[in-house]
């Protein structure tokens, strides 16, 4: 019967890969990974969205979608440029679509995997709904490695937007 042999080849090959697989993940591993995993899932959902939990060398280069596909000049570290307000739904803009003006882009990064990423959108302070553009902060909360860590940075961040 060639599909008793069949079925027993299948069996081994998935057998040795997950006896490789437990061997390369240490128990200390894993659970940095899931601790990284489940500090990522509150800061997303902290700030009313998420973007989804990707590998600290994978979201280094997460992209923004600013509005109109313009990038402000002179993006601070956090925030909008100077002369430019937070954008927000309330100011009528078509390509302003977050009621808090920004959102979280990236997530688990940082020294311990409780690090993000913002994309704010802007619009000159004095200027219509053309002037908008968007920025992408430095990486945020880098050294947070608790979930009060993580909410504490986050308040800091609305509070931040808010006084803007």
């Known amino acids: 019967m060639w599909f008793k ?4 080849k ?3 090959y998935t057998t040795d890969a997950t006896d490789q697989l437990a061997r390369q993940v240490s128990r200390r591993e894993g659970l940095k990974r899931a ?3 489940a500090t990522t899932l509150i800061a ?12 600290a060398a994978a979201a280094v280069d997460c992209p923004c979608a600013p509005p109109r596909g313009v990038y402000c000049s002179g993006c601070p570290t956090n925030g909008c440029p100077s002369g430019h307000v937070i954008c927000k739904t309330s100011h009528g803009c078509d390509p302003c679509i977050y009621s808090d003006g920004y959102w979280v882009s990236c997530t688990g990064l940082g020294s311990c995997g409780g690090g993000f990423r913002l994309c704010y959108d802007c ?3 004095s200027g219509t709904c053309s002037t908008t553009c968007g920025c992408r902060t430095g990486i945020l909360c880098s050294g947070c ?8 940075e986050m308040a800091r961040v ?7």
């Open 145 to 152: 490695c608790t979930a009060d860590e993580v909410k504490a």
């Open 123 to 125: 619009k000159k302070s």
């Open 10 to 12: 299948i069996e081994k």
């Open 35 to 37: 601790l990284a995993g």
């Open 5 to 8: 042999r069949t079925s027993s």
């Open 44 to 55: 997303g959902v902290a700030v009313g969205q998420f973007a989804g939990a990707k590998s």
């Open 158 to 164: 609305q509070q931040e937007a808010a006084a803007a």
